[in-house]
């Protein structure tokens, strides 16, 4: 397994603002994801932190939006940018620890007001 | 891409029955099962999980089973007690490398 630190755990934003997510790991791990977890439902993969290289981005979601940084094996950031209430959600980091295995961090609550 | 469909959406139980949540996945090249418990307010947590050339894993009172060629996954809790109560996701994925994509969800309610 490995333990994960993300912060901020829960934030009140502004709408027109930007709020950065960071993501720290005890280990260096390959593999780093972005979910959303909106109240009451599913993980949502928001895209693959790539070490070295661009994140990969899914379906619906945009590096303008929702750019990411992953400068080492160990840590990894998501910025909400330009949030509307739309954007109020859980937004929580993944690593892969190899094999497939796959653990979260603790997930930032964030509301757009 | 990979769909998964998780069911049922909500499950309630007598303490000590038993619970069974069913999913089935569209990508065959699929290979790695998980099943994730979510209390509220915290983080997915892994509980068990199966691989493509396996067709049951059984951990205490859990346990999971596949069916490759019908696509489907169940996981199975036997002697449910109140702290079982909580949000299940299935998921899968492929290689190792790619990310889960999750099921709905079942909200699981074990009364006492």
């Known amino acids: 397994s490995a333990v994960i630190s993300q912060k901020p755990s829960r934030d009140i934003c502004q709408r027109g603002t930007s709020l950065t997510i960071q993501c720290q790991v005890d280990?260096?791990?390959?593999?780093m994801f972005w979910y959303r977890q909106q109240p009451g439902q599913s993980l949502t993969l928001i895209a693959t932190?790539?070490?070295?290289?661009?994140?990969?981005?899914e379906s619906g979601f945009v590096i303008d939006k929702f750019p990411i940084s992953r400068p080492n094996l160990t840590f990894s950031t998501l910025t909400v940018s330009n949030m509307s209430p739309e954007d109020s959600s859980i937004y929580l980091c993944?690593?892969?620890?190899?094999?497939?295995?796959?653990?979260f961090g603790q997930g930032t609550r964030l509301t757009v007001v | 891409g990979e769909n998964v469909e998780q069911h049922p959406s909500t499950l309630s139980v007598q303490e000590g029955d038993s619970a069974v949540i069913k999913c089935t996945y569209s990508?065959?090249?699929?290979?790695?099962f998980p099943w994730y418990k979510q209390e509220l307010g915290k983080r997915p947590q892994l509980i068990i999980d199966?691989?493509?050339?396996?067709g049951e894993k059984k951990d205490q009172r859990i346990a999971v089973t596949l069916n490759k060629t019908a696509k489907h996954f169940s996981l199975h809790i036997t002697e449910t007690q109140p702290e079982d109560s909580a949000v299940y996701f299935c998921?899968?994925?492929?290689?190792?490398?790619?990310?889960?994509?999750f099921g709905k969800g079942t909200t699981l309610s074990v009364s006492s």
């Open positions: 932190a790539n070490q070295g290289s661009e994140a990969t981005y």
């Open positions: 280990s260096q791990v390959t593999m």
């Open positions: 990508d065959s090249a699929s290979n790695y």
């Open positions: 993944s690593v892969e620890t190899g094999a497939n295995e796959a653990f």
């Open positions: 199966i691989r493509s050339n396996v």
């Open positions: 998921a899968a994925s492929k290689q190792a490398g790619t990310a889960l994509i």
